[in-house]
T-cell receptor
Framework: LAKTTQPISMDSYEGQEVNITCSHNNIATNDYITWYQQFPSQGPRFIIQGYKTKVTNEVASLFIPADRKSSTLSLPRVSLSDTAVYYCLVVGVDTNAGKSTFGDGTTLTVKP | NAGVTQTPKFQVLKTGQSMTLQCAQDMNHNSMYWYRQDPGMGLRLIYYSASEGTTDKGEVPNGYNVSRLNKREFSLRLESAAPSQTSVYFC???????????????FGPGTRLLVL
């Protein structure tokens, strides 16, 4: 089971780009990296998933280097409403959702 | 679509009381999960059900039991509540559990439980 490590907290200001890095040194060949976002008093929601290189959607980008031992979630031009906890998970055939762990996540605080 | 619904939203119990947390999903998902989240902490998996008729333990199953009543419903029971079980409980579902493209979990709004 690939363990992930993320910073506990980060601060940013409105309009800035925020990059949150996650380490997953023992990721398996068939594993994917998945990020969730959790607002206060709500359940987490899926943001983005990727296997290698770069994935982009309307919310964020995910950068994964060739060795796949880490990944970076990039949030462009954050606003106050992006204040949330962000979780990095490793999921896959050998690390199925039934055994994926959310960890403590990264608390992002966006200031005006 | 309501997605994942949970009842009740909030509950206060006394030590030793029992209760059942209800969860239902209307997305025709095969897999369902129960998590707990203590203040300032991440989510910890209590139990999951890969498919109808099966259940399995997660990280922190002690003190809990589950029932996958049918494909839609997955309940969590506390037989004898303890103050250490004060937490927010989230139910989630996913299309499946062993295919990466079907593992995305959809969460309910949570049940806040206080055990005195």
């Amino acid at each position: 089971l690939a363990k992930t490590t993320q910073p506990i907290s980060m601060d940013s200001y409105e309009g800035q780009e925020v990059n949150i890095t996650c380490s997953h040194n023992n990721i398996a060949t068939n594993d994917y990296i998945t990020w969730y976002q959790q607002f206060p008093s709500q359940g987490p929601r899926f943001i983005i998933q990727g296997y290698k290189t770069k994935v982009t959607n309307e919310v964020a980008s995910l950068f994964i280097p060739a060795d796949r031992k880490s990944s970076t979630l990039s949030l462009p031009r954050v606003s106050l409403s992006d204040t949330a906890v962000y979780y990095c998970l490793v999921v896959g055939v050998d690390t199925n959702a039934g055994k994926s762990t959310f960890g403590d996540g990264t608390t992002l605080t966006v200031k005006p | 679509n309501a997605g994942v619904t949970q009842t009740p939203k909030f509950q206060v119990l006394k030590t030793g009381q029992s209760m059942t947390l209800q969860c239902a999903q209307d997305m025709n998902h095969n897999s369902m999960y129960w998590y707990r989240q203590d203040p300032g902490m991440g989510l910890r998996l209590i139990y999951y059900s890969a498919s109808e008729g099966t259940t399995d333990k997660g990280e922190v199953p002690n003190g809990y039991n589950v029932s996958r009543l049918n494909k839609r419903e997955f309940s969590l029971r506390l037989e004898s509540a303890a103050p250490s079980q004060t937490s927010v409980y989230f139910c989630a579902s996913s299309e499946d559990w062993d295919r990466v493209d079907q593992e995305t979990q959809y969460f309910g709004p949570g049940t806040r439980l206080l055990v005195l």
